[in-house]
């Protein structure tokens, strides 16, 4: 191994995780500053943190595995590992993340309580890398809660009554859930004796610690039966709900699925089946209320849940190929939701509505944004060329060698739904008579962010090879437990 890989990596990993969490605290004192000062930390921040993250890409690949230590008592040791799933997942969070640091430049800047709002997106950023590279159970149950807190925080940034009170919601549940996961961590300590994860790959869990984390997971990414904090967190800004559903908090709970069942763990059959058939119910119902739905960024919310039963489709499925997929998924869903939810942000603002059905004709006055949220949609349908097809295709192909006909015809009409709702969306906001006066496109920044993540997500579908060469090594790397 080269020590100079391995000592640049080391410093790259302790960067990612120390950058955001540190430098939060240093926001509010930026503030004090000047706005500007505060706004280029905060996005200098996302940025250093991303930059850490693709830096560990390619060492990750050659088998160069960075960790750092620290020792406490009782073996609750903090252990940062960067391994090739922990790098991917850091990699595609802290990109999305940094791209709404810098639309939220423009976006936010005509509320109150700004920096508290840039303090808690990057500690909320800092949990994240935190937790994707912690290889201890009870450091990420501690990173989890933290997310929570900032959500919480984030959820109800404008302060009113409805805000606050869906802010709970969102902070009751997930944290309801996270306790009933350290509940089952620590189950597992004291059968195992240990919650170091890389000591622990390969070993058989209880089914009630099994089940009992996994409600923690289900709850973090809004799977019933707990989905319905997520369509109601979008009372918070744009920024916001493109945080929670594309870049970081959702996206926690199918890592976690892929870390502690597919690498860490061997889940029994029937356990992997039952998660099955709660994805596919989750998916068919959020399908649904997205098809009644009216308020635009709910509606997007209800495919996020649909969207993330597709993931543990994949991930749970037992196949190589549906597990590539499902992580695949995670990233060609980030990029294009986190592109959705700011295409709303900008729909939002410029028409001081929420109702698609008050909405109309927009693709002549905002041509830009059109044809960001058309790509973005196009991925999420999994229509091609766009990198949404191919991580959806082998969720479908891995999984039906694997899986029942039931579950597959089920997340099969899951896939037509999400091309009906995101068709009536598209088609009520954009196309059709005109329903408002005439709205401008965003700021400048603004509207290329959202484009630049259109964009992106039809450049992973043209170069889909090499983000699927990097999870195939991933698989094999990390000896993925599969059925």
Known sequence: MDQSHLNMSLTALQTAVAAPILGAFLIPFAGRISTAVRNILAVTLGLVTFIAAAYMLPDAMRGVIASYSISFPLGFDLILSADMLAVFMAAISSFVSAIILIYSVDYISHYENQTEYYTMVVLFLGSMMGLVFSANLLWMYVFWELTAFASWRLVGFFRSDRDVLKANKTFLVTVFGALCMLAGILLVYFDKGSMDMRLLHGESISILAASLILMGILAKSATLPFSTWLPDAGVAPSTVTALLHAAVLVKIGVYAYARIFGVTFAAPPEFSQAVLWIAGASALVSAGAALVEKDIKRIIAYSTVSQIAFIFLGLASGNKVAFIGGLLYILMHSIAKGGLFLCAGIIEQKTHNKDITKMGGLCKTMPVTCLAFAMCSLSVMGIPPFGGFFSKFMVFSGAAQNG??????????????????????????????????????????????????????????ALIYYPSVYVDLLTNQLGVNLQ
Do not use: H, N, W
């Not at 068709?423 to 059709?432: A, E, H, K, Q, T």
């Open 404 to 461: 029942s006909l039931s579950v597959i015809l089920i997340f099969l009409a899951g896939a037509v739904m999400t091309l009906l709702y995101l068709f009536r969306l598209f088609y009520l906001v954009f196309m059709g008579p005109d329903k408002q006066d005439s709205p401008r496109e965003g700021s400048t920044v603004m509207v290329a962010s959202v484009l630049a993540l259109g964009l992106i997500g039809l450049a992973l579908g």
